[in-house]
């Protein structure tokens, strides 16, 4: 047997090492094409959804709110405007800003007002936002 026969050889452990390392390359590569393909390369698209619930606590009412950038970038300094008009008159006013929303990020919080919001209409929306 020359030299040349017995490096060519490789014994079961290097075959097993062998197999685990391509397994493990190949699962990496997977996943960043995966995340390639599926990455979101949206701007942030924001939506604001009032929840059911308004609680009533010492004679001021709560009105609790949800936030969600359902784009792909984040967005910073998000603005909250919640209008509650009665008789086609603006009663209250109340505004609110989150910091930082990413993206698919949820955030929640509530509006406090005097008057009764099942009274009048009531309208929370987004006024702004700027990108980090």
């Known amino acids: 047997m020359n030299q040349s026969e017995s490096e060519a050889e490789r014994t079961p452990a290097e075959w097993i090492t062998l197999s685990i390392a391509l397994f493990i390359l190949a699962i990496i590569v997977s996943l960043v094409g995966y995340i390639w393909i599926n990455e979101k390369d949206q701007p942030p698209i924001i939506?604001?959804?009032?929840?059911?619930?308004?609680r009533r606590v010492n004679g001021q009412f709560y009105v609790p709110f949800?936030?969600?950038n359902s784009g792909g970038?984040?967005?910073?300094?998000?603005?909250?405007i919640a209008t509650l008009k009665?008789?086609?008159?603006?009663?209250e006013t109340g505004e609110q800003q989150i910091d930082f929303l990413s993206g698919g990020e949820r955030e929640e919080g509530a509006f406090v007002f005097?008057?009764?919001?099942q009274s009048g209409e009531l309208n929370i929306r987004i006024a702004s936002y700027k990108l980090p």
């Open 66 to 68: 949800e936030v969600v």
């Open 47 to 54: 939506s604001v959804n009032k929840k059911q619930t308004i």
């Open 86 to 91: 009665v008789s086609s008159q603006v009663e």
């Open 114 to 117: 005097n008057h009764n919001p």
């Open 73 to 80: 970038e984040t967005a910073e300094s998000v603005q909250i």
